[in-house]
């Protein structure tokens, strides 16, 4: 995912609100989840991130996920935030995450994941 940072994304400091940057790498995630399995898929924990600089207005990120683990029900899913000046060639990561996701079968009960079920 990538997405254009402006002043309305902005906390009252002028760098971007952790809670959005989490809004988008969990949403990102989920897509990561979601088409390795082709499951319905739920954030179950976040087990860490790190925010390693702060985000100014004007610049571009760079959201990637990728799935590291699966384990009986749950699914492990690897962030990372790369952020771009927008006029310069310059880029450097600014956040990790690692979310857990859950399988739920029809009934919204976890299911066991797989391998057969992920591509």
Known sequence: MTRMVTTKHMNSS???FGGRLMKWMDETSFIAATRY????????SVDKI???????AGTFLEIT???KEIKG???KVCTE???EEMYKNEKRI????L???????????PQRINYQNAY
Do not use: G, Q
């Not at 399995?37 to 179950?44: A, E, G, L, N, Q």
């Not at 600014?94 to 995450?97: K, N």
């Open 14 to 16: 002028d760098i971007l």
């Open 37 to 44: 399995t082709r499951k319905k898929m739920v954030t179950s």
């Open 50 to 56: 790190n925010f390693k600089a702060p985000v100014e």
């Open 65 to 67: 996920s990728y799935v």
């Open 73 to 75: 029900i749950k699914l």
């Open 81 to 83: 935030v790369v952020v």
């Open 94 to 97: 600014v956040a990790e995450s």
């Open 99 to 109: 979310f857990s996701f859950v399988s739920l079968n029809e009934h919204d009960v």
